[in-house]
């Protein structure tokens, strides 16, 4: 198994849910923690095949919606 290096994370709360979102070469994945009996983040959405991506953050635009901003290089 080979690792992949970490471009950049994010956490945020939104309401009783925390969200993880991390940044890979071409591939945006967010988490979302799973609280008893798991205690543990599950896969939330996996976003691929992207262009390679130099930022992403993981915003909350309102109190019912959260957002995946991320830039890629040209």
Do not use: G
Not at 30 to 48: D, E, G, T
Not at 56 to 73: F, G, M, R, V
């Amino acid at each position: 198994m080979s690792t992949v290096p970490v471009i950049v994370y994010a956490a945020v709360k939104h309401e009783r849910i925390k969200f993880l979102a991390v940044a890979l070469r071409d591939t945006i994945e967010v988490y979302a923690w799973a609280p008893k009996p798991y205690n543990k983040f599950m896969s939330f959405k996996v976003l691929h095949h992207l262009a390679v991506i130099c930022n992403s953050e993981l915003l909350q635009t309102s109190d019912i919606a959260l957002s995946t901003l991320h830039a890629i290089k040209s």
